[in-house]
């Protein structure tokens, strides 16, 4: 589930979805304790998916816009710079830093 999606999505289709997975994950742990699962990386996308929806439901009760988000500037790169290190016989040293 993509996030552009849930964020189309109102708090109440969003909390449905949360209550589903939260009841699916409870469900495929119980069976992994008893037999081996078909799946077993369905638990991980569950979770994912649930601090996801979690995260979104948080954004829309705050108010965050998702236009706020995408305007923000991406951070420039800065020049490279150089570290100093001192050598045991005490002189120093220059190496590159990417």
């Known amino acids: 589930m993509l996030s552009n999606e849930i964020r189309e999505m109102n708090e109440g289709d969003i909390n449905a ?33 649930v601090a996801r929806l979690k995260t979104v439901l ?5 108010g965050i816009d998702q236009a706020h988000l995408s305007d923000a500037k991406p951070k420039a790169g800065g020049a490279k710079t150089r570290r100093v290190r001192r050598t045991k016989s005490g002189a120093t040293r220059t190496s590159k830093r990417a």
């Open 17 to 49: 979805r949360i209550a589903d997975l939260e009841e699916e994950r409870f469900r495929l742990k119980f069976r992994a304790g008893t037999e081996t699962l078909e799946d077993p990386l369905r638990l991980r996308v569950i979770r994912k998916d």
């Open 58 to 62: 948080k954004e829309k009760i705050i």
